[in-house]
């Protein structure tokens, strides 16, 4: 690993380090508009999922990706972060998220949810094809304005969350390291996980930490995800 690989292609940019059949549309009525800081949300619908580059959304939008570990809680911060509560499949059983899964906000860019980096449970082969097209998404879908990555706060990172974060940068997309599930961690376990992954993702600044569950940092992290999709 050189110190060139390391670094992410755009620095300056605003995200940078500082399965199964298609759902009908599920689509959120008017009473349930939520805000967060400078986004209301007036609109989350599912519209696809999809298993190769041929099977993304017709309708071209700038969009963001969700991508870690499996439970690593990126389902869980999608609804969040759309005021959904059932919206993005959630499980407790890892490798819930199969399929690369369009969700369109406001009729104006999709957030995308990753399968799971890493997930052992499915055979190799299958394993290898999935994160062979995840590799492929993010290095030729011109629409994907910035990755969050996902790293559970607890761990601060495993070797695998270091490689698959690497190789993204290297793709030249900016990537947004956030540690996940703030709401299992006191105060003295927060200062280690933001330690161990500052040090790990080689950040220059401690990283967002959200709570899906307590609905903690949302609105700073809408912020850097409006930031990116206006690049
Ligand atoms: N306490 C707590 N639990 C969370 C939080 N976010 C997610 N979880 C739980 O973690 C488990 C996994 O969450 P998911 O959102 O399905 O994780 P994922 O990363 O999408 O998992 P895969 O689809 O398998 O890759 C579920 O049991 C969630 O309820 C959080 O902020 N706090
Ligand atoms: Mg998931």
């Known amino acids: 690993m050189t110190d060139e690989i390391k670094k992410p292609a755009k620095v300056q940019h605003p995200m940078a380090p500082k399965g199964k059949k298609a759902r009908p549309p599920k689509e959120t009525s008017a009473q349930a508009v939520v805000s967060f800081g400078n986004i209301n949300i007036t609109s989350a619908q599912f519209v696809k999922a999809a298993t190769s580059l041929k099977g993304l959304p017709e309708e071209r939008l700038p ?16 609804n969040a972060l759309m005021g959904k509560k059932d919206l993005v499949k ?6 819930k998220t199969r399929e690369i899964n369009f969700f369109k906000v406001n009729k104006t860019f999709y957030l995308v949810d990753l399968p799971g980096v890493g997930f052992a449970k499915v055979n190799n082969a299958k394993r290898d094809q999935m ?10 879908c011109k629409d994907l304005k910035g990755l969050v990555y996902l790293v559970d706060i607890r761990h601060g990172g495993h070797d ?17 390291i956030v540690g996940s599930k703030r709401d299992k961690v006191n105060q003295s376990e927060l200062a280690q996980g933001l330690r161990k992954i500052r040090e790990n993702f080689d950040l220059d600044a401690n990283p967002l930490c959200v709570s899906s569950l307590k609905k903690f940092g949302l609105d700073y992290l809408w912020e850097r995800i409006l930031e990116a999709l206006k690049s």
Do not use: H, Q, W, Y
Request: glycine share 8%; aromatic share 6%.
């Open 90 to 95: 959630v499980s407790s059983t890892p490798g």
């Open 160 to 176: 695998i969350d270091m490689e698959t974060v690497e190789s993204i940068r290297a793709t030249g997309c900016p990537v947004l």
């Open 63 to 78: 969009m963001v990706a969700f991508l870690g570990r499996s439970n690593v809680g990126k389902s869980s911060l999608m």
């Open 131 to 140: 994160s062979e097209f995840i590799r492929e998404f993010v290095e030729k």
